[in-house]
């Protein structure tokens, strides 16, 4: 079993509408959690960062953590044709000198 | 201020040969590491330095070479390339301050290609 687990997709939704993207983990010791996005042919993107558990809202997107049910969000709201991308979980344990990733979930808006 | 940048972007070797892919950074990281890209297996660790002179083996280090002579560069060796190695490379930078781990920085990628 891997570490972490992402739904590899593809999600395709409608522009507009809210986009909810998840990640299960197994490491009760991991800490410190991030969201990447990744467009075609390009490197990752921290998108957001957050430690322990709660909530974190930047614009359109909001990063949940939920340690005790092991699982990780990212909501984008209003989602526009350019969000079109690979999104990408990741996690790390406190001084930890990796960062262990989900699969990465392919995501399309449509027009 | 590039970031990261990784040289070249794209690269077909031949089974057996050796090259070397580059990692230059401009924002003063103690931190560097490289990482390989494979469909349904997400981005897994290859090395990483915490600083110059210092490297250490991350998950996949098998066939890979590293060194780190310098703060701003962190070349990544293949000593003899194997079709597994076909994959995409990218590298990442994290600063060292604040209380916790801090978020790593991507480069855009190297595509290799080994026939």
């Known amino acids: 079993q891997k570490e972490v687990e992402q739904d590899p997709g593809p999600l395709s939704v409608p522009e507009g509408a809210i986009v909810s993207l998840n990640c299960t983990y197994s490491?009760?010791?991991?800490?410190?959690f991030m969201w990447y996005r990744q467009y075609s042919r390009k490197g990752p993107e921290l998108l957001m960062y957050?430690?322990?558990?709660g909530n974190k809202e930047d614009g359109r997107f909001t990063a949940q953590v939920d340690k005790s049910s092991k699982y990780i969000s990212l909501f984008i709201r209003d989602s526009q044709p350019s969000d079109s991308a690979t999104y990408l979980c990741?996690?790390?344990?406190?001084?930890?000198?990796?960062?262990?990733f989900g699969q990465g979930t392919r995501l399309t808006i449509n027009p | 201020n590039a970031g990261v940048t990784q040289t070249p972007k794209f690269q077909v070797l031949k089974t057996g040969q050796s090259m070397t892919l580059q990692c230059a950074q401009d924002?003063?990281?103690?931190?560097m590491s490289w990482y390989r890209q494979d469909p349904g297996m997400g981005l897994r660790l290859i090395h990483y330095?915490?600083?110059?002179?210092?490297?250490d083996q991350g998950e996949v280090p098998n066939g890979y070479n590293v060194s780190r002579s310098t703060t701003e560069d962190f070349p990544l060796r293949l000593l003899s390339a194997a079709p597994s190695q076909t994959s995409v490379y990218f590298c990442?930078?994290?600063?060292?301050?604040?209380?916790?781990?801090?978020?790593?920085?991507f480069g855009d990628g190297t595509r290799l290609s080994i026939l």
């Open positions: 990442a930078t994290r600063g060292s301050g604040g209380a916790g781990n801090q978020p790593q920085h």
């Open positions: 490491n009760s010791a991991f800490q410190y």
């Open positions: 957050t430690y322990s558990s």
């Open positions: 990741a996690m790390s344990v406190q001084g930890a000198q990796k960062l262990v």
């Open positions: 924002m003063n990281h103690e931190y």
């Open positions: 330095s915490v600083g110059a002179g210092i490297t």
